[in-house]
């Protein structure tokens, strides 16, 4: 019985799995490609459909080899979890599936250039069913910032084949980047005149480092053009751009016209100024620069040509020739230059004595080749205006250096001038002080000054009134006289005289100097200053003391002990119930004499 009906089960079991093959088929999808940077982790997913369950699987994942061959990284099935040794994977990789979703992940950690492969996702039923996806595994890795160089030698314009205008270059890229090359931000195409040459260097990195040469054929109106470079690469689900800083080039090119001007200074230029010319033609191409003036020729540097501290002689034509060094042809331009001048001023007579109350006239006059202004200046005053200064009615006053100074008005700083020296004859004159009386402590010095007019200059002497004559401190001429000055040793009351004398005549000052014993003397004019205020504080402070002397008397008089006659006597009465004597002390007779209350005078015997 037992044997017959394990017979049946093992024929329905049978049965079932033949109806079990004919539908039951696993069926498999993946995307095309997985994109990651290097680095990072990647993921590929497998989504599967089976009426198996999870248990009735076997996983496995593959990787293809450069030959084309399968190389097995990972097994699973209801039993096992196992991770193939001994690959470039076996310690980066991971597998979590999700029975609920029918997903199967590979997890790739650190991800490297190398693993740029494709995989294979390979499922199998327990029912015989199989069936695999596939998908690519990109790995991307941005570049360095790119560089550009120019050439550093200029380049020639309109020439035959291309000139070399720089190069860039990308660093460290994958996959390979791409160098695009711009100008005035238009891209430049290769064709007759533009010719692009790239290389690119595989690094020990796996990293691809790509260099671009520009050539072409340069134009003059490239001189103000803006080359740079663009660069373009991949990156996990795009691409990138960036740029790099633009440059320029020289560019050399014939010039047509040669131009020169006066740079500096701007407008009329006069004797000692510095002119700067600049010279240059309007090609940019290596030449010999240089100026020419009458037969003196001048080289030029840098466009630039610096006259200094120039003179009249130096007007005229300047000629500023270019020769280029290709083909030796020469271009020229011209300026016109005019230095004005102003000659030394010239003051007729330079030098003049008069005598008082006489008149005279001096001329002043300077060539110049602009419009001139003449003034005449005395210590600083503007005394009188154009070439001729008249002196009329001299005195002392008149005496002294008149400055002639001409001017030309339409240029700052053109000036020039010349003195006349003016000496008005006559005997000496001294100018008093404010004050000649003077307090000194002994034994101080007082210095004593003496100014003296006259012409020709007077002597002076200083004498005392017992005829010594004192050394003189200090002594200056000036243009109207003498300046004397003398250093006096108070030792007691002192007289002493400034005594001036020329051919004209002579002049005497005194000085009366009284010593005093003080610490501390008080110069005579301080003493005035003070003294009215001294004057009323005393007034103040006597008028204190009579009063605080009329309160004590009166206090006195109240104890009845204020003195009888010339203050011998004490005066010792009592004093009534109806009587109140007052006593009245007279100076001259030095009596006493007893007033009554109403002023009646009582009888001597009462005293």
Same mark, same amino acid.
């Given at each position: 019985?037992?044997?017959?009906?394990?017979?049946?089960?093992?024929?329905?079991?049978?049965?079932?799995?033949?109806?079990?093959?004919?539908?039951?088929?696993?069926?498999?999808?993946?995307?095309?490609?997985?994109?990651?940077?290097?680095?990072?982790?990647?993921?590929?997913?497998?989504?599967?459909?089976?009426?198996?369950?999870?248990?009735?699987?076997?996983?496995?994942?593959?990787?293809?080899?450069?030959?084309?061959?399968?190389?097995?990284?990972?097994?699973?099935?209801?039993?096992?979890?196992?991770?193939?040794?001994?690959?470039?994977?076996?310690?980066?990789?991971?597998?979590?599936?999700?029975?609920?979703?029918?997903?199967?992940?590979?997890?790739?950690?650190?991800?490297?250039?190398?693993?740029?492969?494709?995989?294979?996702?390979?499922?199998?039923?327990?029912?015989?069913?199989?069936?695999?996806?596939?998908?690519?595994?990109?790995?991307?890795?941005?570049?360095?910032?790119?560089?550009?160089?120019?050439?550093?030698?200029?380049?020639?314009?309109?020439?035959?084949?291309?000139?070399?205008?720089?190069?860039?270059?990308?660093?460290?890229?994958?996959?390979?980047?791409?160098?695009?090359?711009?100008?005035?931000?238009?891209?430049?195409?290769?064709?007759?005149?533009?010719?692009?040459?790239?290389?690119?260097?595989?690094?020990?990195?796996?990293?691809?480092?790509?260099?671009?040469?520009?050539?072409?054929?340069?134009?003059?109106?490239?001189?103000?053009?803006?080359?740079?470079?663009?660069? !373009? /690469?991949?990156?996990?689900? &795009?691409?990138?751009?960036?740029?790099? $800083?633009?440059?320029?080039?020289? @560019?050399?090119? =014939? *010039?047509?016209?040669?131009?020169?001007?006066?740079?500096?200074?701007?407008?009329?230029?006069?004797?000692?100024?510095?002119?700067?010319?600049?010279?240059?033609?309007?090609?940019?191409?290596?030449?010999?620069?240089?100026?020419?003036?009458?037969?003196?020729?001048?080289?030029?540097?840098?466009?630039?040509?610096?006259?200094?501290?120039?003179?009249?002689?130096?007007?005229?034509?300047?000629?500023?020739?270019?020769?280029?060094?290709? !083909? /030796?042809?020469?271009?020229? &331009?011209?300026?016109?230059?005019?230095? $004005?001048?102003?000659?030394?001023? @010239?003051?007729? =007579? *330079?030098?003049?004595?008069?005598?008082?109350?006489?008149?005279?006239?001096?001329?002043?006059?300077?060539?110049?080749?602009?419009?001139?202004?003449?003034?005449?200046?005395?210590?600083?005053?503007?005394?009188?205006?154009?070439?001729?200064?008249?002196?009329?009615?001299?005195?002392?006053?008149?005496?002294?250096?008149?400055?002639?100074?001409?001017?030309?008005?339409?240029?700052?700083?053109?000036?020039?001038?010349?003195?006349?020296?003016?000496?008005?004859?006559?005997?000496?004159?001294?100018?008093?002080?404010?004050?000649?009386?003077?307090?000194?402590?002994?034994?101080?010095?007082?210095?004593?000054?003496?100014?003296?007019?006259?012409?020709?200059?007077?002597?002076?002497?200083?004498?005392?009134?017992?005829?010594?004559?004192?050394?003189?401190?200090?002594?200056?001429?000036?243009?109207?006289?003498?300046?004397?000055?003398?250093?006096?040793?108070?030792?007691?009351?002192?007289?002493?005289?400034?005594?001036?004398?020329?051919?004209?005549?002579?002049?005497?000052?005194?000085?009366?100097?009284?010593?005093?014993?003080?610490?501390?003397?008080?110069?005579?004019?301080?003493?005035?200053?003070?003294?009215?205020?001294?004057?009323?504080?005393?007034?103040?402070?006597?008028?204190?003391?009579?009063?605080?002397?009329?309160?004590?008397?009166?206090?006195?008089?109240?104890?009845?002990?204020?003195?009888?006659?010339?203050?011998?006597?004490?005066?010792?009465?009592?004093?009534?119930?109806?009587?109140?004597?007052?006593?009245?002390?007279?100076?001259?007779?030095?009596?006493?004499?007893?007033?009554?209350?109403?002023?009646?005078?009582?009888?001597?015997?009462?005293?």
């Amino acid at each position: 019985m037992d044997a017959r009906l394990s017979a049946s089960l093992l024929a329905g079991l049978v049965f079932l799995l033949h109806g079990y093959t004919a539908w039951a088929v696993v069926e498999v999808s993946m995307e095309d490609r997985v994109e990651v940077f290097k680095g990072d982790t990647a993921q590929i997913s497998c989504m599967f459909t089976s009426d198996d369950g999870i248990g009735g699987l076997t996983i496995q994942w593959f990787y293809v080899l450069r030959t084309g061959e399968k190389q097995k990284i990972y097994y699973q099935d209801a039993t096992m979890q196992v991770v193939d040794r001994n690959t470039q994977f076996t310690d980066r990789i991971m597998v979590n599936v999700t029975a609920a979703t029918g997903e199967v992940v590979l997890t790739i950690a650190n991800v490297q250039l190398k693993d740029q492969l494709e995989f294979i996702c390979l499922i199998k039923s327990l029912t015989d069913g199989v069936s695999e996806g596939r998908t690519k595994l990109l790995v991307f890795e941005r570049p360095n910032s790119p560089t550009i160089e120019g050439v550093e030698t200029g380049v020639f314009a309109n020439e035959d084949s291309p000139s070399k205008i720089g190069s860039c270059e990308v660093k460290n890229g994958f996959p390979k980047p791409n160098i695009t090359w711009y100008r005035n931000y238009t891209p430049l195409r290769v064709s007759d005149g533009v010719k692009v040459v790239a290389s690119t260097t595989i690094e020990s990195s796996g990293l691809f480092s790509v260099r671009s040469e520009l050539s072409l054929k340069v134009m003059k109106e490239d001189k103000d053009a803006q080359f740079y470079c663009e660069v !373009t /690469y991949l990156v996990p689900g &795009g691409t990138r751009m960036t740029e790099t $800083n633009p440059i320029n080039i020289t @560019v050399y090119y =014939p *010039s047509t016209a040669v131009h020169v001007w006066v740079e500096s200074p701007k407008g009329k230029i006069k004797e000692g100024d510095s002119i700067i010319f600049n010279c240059h033609g309007n090609g940019n191409m290596p030449s010999s620069v240089f100026v020419k003036h009458g037969t003196t020729e001048y080289e030029v540097e840098s466009n630039m040509l610096v006259l200094e501290n120039v003179t009249r002689l130096q007007s005229g034509d300047y000629e500023c020739i270019s020769m280029d060094m290709n !083909t /030796y042809e020469e271009l020229s &331009g011209n300026t016109t230059v005019f230095v $004005n001048y102003l000659d030394p001023v @010239v003051v007729l =007579p *330079s030098y003049v004595e008069m005598a008082q109350g006489e008149e005279r006239t001096a001329t002043c006059n300077a060539l110049s080749s602009l419009q001139t202004h003449t003034a005449w200046f005395k210590d600083g005053q503007e005394v009188s205006t154009g070439h001729i200064l008249m002196l009329k009615d001299v005195t002392f006053d008149t005496a002294g250096t008149y400055k002639c100074v001409v001017t030309v008005p339409e240029i700052d700083g053109m000036e020039k001038m010349a003195t006349l020296q003016v000496h008005v004859k006559g005997a000496p004159e001294i100018i008093k002080p404010e004050h000649t009386d003077i307090e000194e402590s002994v034994s101080s010095t007082v210095d004593l000054t003496c100014h003296v007019r006259g012409f020709p200059a007077p002597s002076v002497i200083w004498t005392t009134t017992d005829g010594k004559i004192l050394e003189t401190t200090s002594q200056t001429e000036m243009d109207d006289g003498v300046h004397s000055m003398v250093s006096v040793e108070v030792t007691s009351d002192l007289t002493a005289f400034c005594n001036a004398s020329n051919e004209y005549g002579a002049d005497a000052l005194a000085y009366n100097i009284k010593a005093i014993q003080a610490a501390t003397a008080i110069p005579p004019e301080k003493i005035r200053k003070e003294s009215n205020g001294v004057i009323i504080v005393v007034i103040i402070i006597c008028i204190l003391l009579l009063a605080i002397l009329g309160s004590v008397l009166y206090f006195l008089y109240k104890k009845g002990k204020i003195c009888g006659r010339s203050g011998k006597q004490d005066l010792t009465k009592e004093k009534s119930g109806k009587d109140n004597i007052v006593v009245e002390m007279k100076s001259d007779t030095e009596d006493a004499v007893l007033l009554g209350v109403n002023g009646e005078k009582l009888p001597s015997s009462n005293q």
